[in-house]
Every structure is written in C-alpha cells, then in structure tokens.
C-alpha cells in the first residue's frame, strides 16, 4: 500500500511542480484572484487561464492528500531516516501551500519587487524539497542501492543550476540577454552592472560547469546511471538553450520545465549516500 500512495504522490507533486511552471509562463497566476476560490466559486470562469490557475490548485491538493497518506503510512510502519524523509515532504507541503496562499493575496506573480520575486522563487524551492524527500522516502523504504551512483559533489552542481536557474526564471531574467546564445546582448561577457543580467550570466556559466562535471563523471565511472544522467542533462541543455534562441517559446518552456524536475527526481534518486541501509518494514 505504502508504495501505492507514495508513487502517486510523486507523479503530482512533479505535476504540480511542470503545471506551476506553465501557470508562470502564461503569467495564469492571478487568474483566479482568491485562494482557494475562483471569484467566489470552486468552479474557475470560462477563461482558459483561470483554468490554468485552478487545475494547478487542484492537483496540488490532490499531492498534499497523498503525502499526508504517505506520511502517516510511513510513520507507522518504517524507522529512521525513511521516517525523517517523509517527515520533510509532509512538513513542506503545509509550508508550499500557506506560501501560495500568501503570494496570490500579495498578487506576488505580478512580480513588482524583489519581495516577490525571492517568495515565488522560495515558493518553487519548497516544492523540490517535497519532491525529493519523496523520492528519498522510496529510495529508503526500497533499500535502494545504486551502483555507479550520483557523487555529491555533481549533485551539488546541478542543484546550483536549478537553484539560480528557478531565480533567472521568477525575477524576470530570463529575457535580458535578448534571443541570443552563447553571447548575451551581442557579448561574450556582457555589462554586469545591471544585477539581472549578472544573475543570468552567473547561471549560465554554473550551467557549464555543471556540464563539465557530468561528463567528468561519465568518463570516470561509465556507469548506466552515470550515462543515462549524462544524456539527461544533454537533454536539459538543448531545451534551456532553445528557450533563449526561440524566445520563449511555450512548448520548448513546457518541455525544459518537465525535464527539468525530471532530472532533480532521478538525480535525487540515484545520489550516491552510502553503501549500506539499515530500513526495515516493521511488523504491524
């Protein structure tokens, strides 16, 4: 059972986390203008963006319905750090929710200061503290051992990209070097006075390097998860660069956003943490 509720409250939490993506990039998020209702009503008006809004609302509920089945399954029946990894998911999915709450009644999507570009940003955060206390909530409950598994110091990397990359995206980055790569305004190395461009910039680079050290790890361990992370992250790539090239263009959006928490779920998942597990399915 336990493995029922934990996978669908995987599968929504990430459909939660790809639907609050595309709600950003169709700029739905005071479509629905009351939390939770929609202009008084559970049922969002014809409008195609406020239904946008409310099926992020609702699948949403539907993640933290699974987690809290997760948490309480877990609870009773693991020990240790499969309990603490729960713990973490279902502690943050109450955080993740008041702190929707709290950005569509200071309409923070509008992005008119820096307040609410770090609280939408600190909002996606919580959300990928959910999704991979879940996924390490699985790997623990399964004894996971993965040969060839992530290092840290990769994992750290690619979570740095993430992290800055969810920061270019919430505080209106995204656009400032113009439809170009890998010059930004026409430059190699732009004017960094302006602290969108330099935030940019810094990721962009980050995302290089962060390359280099998935191919590093290729080379040196050519182990499957080594490759197949290292298609992932290729993967990845082509998207994010397609998004500056294409300007923004929503399906190359949707799809680097998908592949994106995609990418954080199997990284999570096969994060090489040490060589033995001690978990066991107690008796009821």
């Known amino acids: 059972m336990w493995k029922v509720f934990l996978f669908l409250a995987v599968v929504f939490t990430y459909l939660t986390l790809v639907w609050g993506g595309l709600v950003r990039s169709?700029?739905?998020?005071?479509?629905?203008?009351?939390?939770?209702?929609?202009?008084?009503?559970?049922?969002?008006?014809?409008?195609?963006?406020?239904?946008?809004?409310?099926?992020?609302?609702?699948?949403?509920?539907?993640?933290?319905?699974?987690?809290?089945?997760?948490?309480?399954?877990?609870?009773?029946?693991?020990?240790?750090s499969t309990r603490l990894a729960a713990l973490f998911s279902v502690v943050f999915t109450f955080s993740a929710a008041l702190t929707g709450m709290k950005m569509i009644r200071l309409e923070t999507p509008e992005l008119k200061y820096v307040s609410h570009m770090l609280l939408e940003s600190f909002h996606i955060y919580e959300s990928m503290i959910v999704l991979g206390s879940l996924v390490l909530t699985y790997r623990l409950a399964s004894n996971y051992r993965p040969e060839g598994g992530v290092p840290i110091w990769v994992y750290a990397l690619a979570l740095t990209t993430m992290i800055t990359g969810v920061l270019v995206r919430y505080t209106g980055s995204g656009h400032v070097c113009g439809p170009e790569w890998p010059t930004c305004n026409g430059l190699l190395i732009p004017d960094l006075t302006n602290w969108q461009v330099a935030l940019h910039f810094a990721h962009r680079n980050i995302a290089y390097l962060t390359w280099l050290g998935f191919l590093v790890y290729f080379l040196t361990t050519k182990s499957r998860i080594a490759a197949l992370s290292f298609a992932?992250?290729?993967?990845?790539?082509?998207?994010?660069?397609?998004?500056?090239?294409?300007?923004?263009?929503?399906?190359?959006?949707?799809?680097?956003?998908?592949?994106?928490?995609?990418?954080?779920?199997?990284?999570?998942?096969?994060?090489?943490?040490?060589?033995?597990?001690?978990?066991?399915?107690?008796?009821?």
């Open 26 to 80: 169709t700029d739905s998020g005071l479509a629905c203008p009351e939390w939770p209702l929609c202009y008084g009503n559970f049922t969002p008006p014809k409008e195609f963006s406020a239904k946008l809004e409310m099926g992020h609302r609702t699948i949403s509920g539907l993640a933290g319905i699974f987690v809290l089945l997760t948490f309480v399954y877990v609870w009773k029946h693991f020990k240790g």
């Open 232 to 284: 992932f992250i290729n993967m990845q790539f082509v998207f994010a660069i397609g998004i500056v090239i294409s300007d923004f263009f929503l399906p190359i959006v949707f799809l680097d956003i998908a592949m994106g928490f995609f990418l954080f779920g199997w990284l999570t998942y096969n994060l090489q943490i040490g060589r033995s597990y001690s978990y066991q399915l107690r008796t009821a």
